[in-house]
């Protein structure tokens, strides 16, 4: 079991800035992914960027040039520094933590955390 806990979201206005960040605890594996999703009141849960245990990142094309994710593997954290925002980012954003065993080949996917709330005004 692993279990997420969001952090650092907030009110900003347009252009502002926003670290996200995302602490895993419980049984962690040595390697895995993790990412961040996002949802908006009547919307679909959107993934926004992600970063492989390599260190391979990807971003929805909104994010891109924007926001950066980044991991501490050292404490199993992973987070989400946010530039020049846009009320359409205004979301709850989640993270997510997802770990391949090696020997099963088992997918393991961590529950989902609270989330944090990022509101960006106009």
């Known amino acids: 079991q692993v279990q997420l806990a969001e952090s650092g979201g907030g009110l900003v206005q347009t252009g502002g800035s926003l670290r996200l960040s995302c602490a895993a605890s419980?049984?962690?594996?040595?390697?895995?992914?993790m990412g961040w999703y996002r949802q908006a009141p009547g919307k679909q849960r959107e993934l926004v960027a992600e970063i492989s245990s390599g260190g391979a990142r990807d971003y929805a094309d909104s994010a891109k040039d924007r926001f950066t994710v980044s991991r501490d593997n050292a404490k199993n954290n992973v987070y989400l520094q946010m530039t020049n925002l846009r009320p359409e980012d205004t979301a709850v954003y989640f993270c997510?933590?997802?770990?391949?065993?090696?020997?099963?080949?088992?997918?393991?996917?961590?529950?989902w955390g609270q989330g944090t709330q990022v509101t960006v005004s106009s």
């Open positions: 997510y933590y997802q770990a391949t065993d090696l020997f099963s080949r088992k997918i393991y996917n961590a529950d």
């Open positions: 419980g049984r962690t594996f040595s390697s895995y992914a």
